[in-house]
């Protein structure tokens, strides 16, 4: 049975039309996983089925066109996620700030806000039900054994439920898919384009999109095999990084052979085993979904959280929430990027001064960081790393935090030179 032949995409792969080749990129896959840290990697897997169908080869440069152009707009299925970082399993609730569902931090209607789902899909193997129609019409449902968990985006609305604590987060968007405030819609024309950030991003199509940010002399992208995912024939797209820092061994993409719609994203770490993220659909219907799937009433009995009341309350510092969150901002001297593409490391400057220099590595918390991480030592000082299978940290005894899916030299490296 015929495969496709390996093709490498370079710098020149587009023959120098430029514009084609930034919509390609564009839409094809970046590297964003170098600088996100493993706690906000929520992800998905698909299994290919069994088979690999026989479909005419296709250069690696004409897939990426074929991803580009393809405009899908409608959909429904289920994708499963598997996440295997290294990481224990994190309990609910222990999510970033509730910026979108609000009450991100323990407050009312935490449970329900998308953001303290995301630590969720930080391991382990979970399941979900998606359904689109257009940029205004997404829904999402977290599949769980003792609850569920339902967004709906349908207009100017934005729902959020949580089975469990039977909570429901409201939300309004304004016309640049930002949320109201101060409990009123602002504006709206379009409604955000994609559901919030972070929830979005556990389908194949957004983590492909993210996978291929520069096909240029830093990356190898060929055409391997092909498959069979969600009953689809598909081609595979595979990304390896040509860094020798990095911990990424290399990243497939199933992409649909009919209409480009990527099915399926693996990332594999250098160090081998099971793929670190596997995303993808076991089954996949691109008929338009019924109006009545992106309808949601509050069950009876449900306790309802206006998120945009909640959200301004938070930002103009009410209750002292607010103030706090500022004032830790303060205390951190910013983010900067060091290095390029698959090699791209976040450095977080701590707060450091006279009092707190060294201070972690001392008494229990040195004992307690000797125990988590291994010490390692530079012109830059010492400090401790902490690693995955994929994305490693290094944190300094003055606080400054180096982290990025590279390995731990490139760690040592990047604080000896930022010193």
């Excluded at 949580?162 to 405030?181: F, I, L, P, Q």
């Excluded at 095999?225 to 797209?237: F, I, P």
Aim: aromatic share 4%; hydrophobic share 35%; net charge positive.
């Amino acid at each position: 049975m015929p495969r496709n032949e390996p093709t490498e995409v370079t710098e020149e792969w587009d023959g120098g039309r430029s514009s084609k080749r930034r919509k390609a990129v564009r839409y094809a896959v970046p590297v964003a996983v170098a600088g996100v840290t493993a706690a906000t990697i929520g992800l998905v897997p698909a299994f290919a089925g069994s088979g690999s169908p026989d479909l005419p080869k296709i250069s690696a440069q004409d897939l990426i066109a074929k991803i580009a152009k393809s405009d899908v707009q409608q959909l429904s299925g289920t994708v499963q996620v598997t996440t295997d970082l290294g990481l224990p399993s994190l309990p609910g609730g222990m999510g970033g700030a509730g910026g979108f569902g609000g009450g991100g931090h323990g407050g009312s209607g935490a449970s329900a806000s998308p953001q303290s789902k995301l630590t969720e899909l930080a391991s382990g193997t979970h399941t979900l039900r998606v359904a689109a129609d257009g940029p205004e019409k997404q829904r999402v449902s977290i599949v769980d054994k003792t609850a569920d968990y339902t967004l709906v985006h349908n207009g100017k609305d934005v729902w959020a439920y949580d089975s469990g604590s039977n909570t429901v987060v409201h939300n309004t968007a304004r016309e640049d898919g930002r949320h109201g405030e101060h409990g009123k819609p602002g504006k709206h024309q379009e409604g955000p384009k994609d559901l919030p950030k972070g929830l979005q991003n556990a389908t194949p199509q957004e983590l492909a999109q993210q996978a291929l940010k520069a096909a240029g002399d830093t990356t190898s992208v060929t055409v391997g095999d092909t498959a069979k995912v969600a009953g689809r024939d598909a081609y595979q797209l595979v990304i390896k990084p040509r860094q020798s820092g990095s911990t990424i061994g290399s990243i497939r993409v199933a992409v649909d052979a009919a209409n480009g719609v990527p099915l399926k994203f693996t990332l594999t770490p250098k160090s081998g085993g099971p793929a670190a993220i596997d995303v993808g659909y076991t089954s996949v219907d691109f008929a338009k979904p019924a109006a009545s799937t992106f309808s949601f009433t509050p069950p009876k009995g449900a306790k309802v959280v206006n998120g945009d009341q909640q959200r301004a309350k938070e930002q103009h510092g009410k209750g002292g929430k607010g103030a706090k969150d500022r004032k830790g901002l303060k205390d951190f001297g910013g983010l900067n990027v060091i290095g390029k593409d698959w090699t791209s490391i976040a450095k977080i400057k701590g707060a450091a001064g006279a009092g707190g220099k060294d201070q972690a590595a001392k008494g229990q918390a040195g004992k307690m960081l000797d125990s988590l991480g291994s010490k390692v030592t530079g012109s830059f000082g010492s400090g401790h790393v902490f690693s995955t299978r994929l994305v490693n940290a290094l944190i300094t005894d003055n606080g400054t935090v180096y982290v990025g899916a590279v390995d731990k030299q490139a760690l040592i490296d990047a604080a000896n030179a930022a010193k």
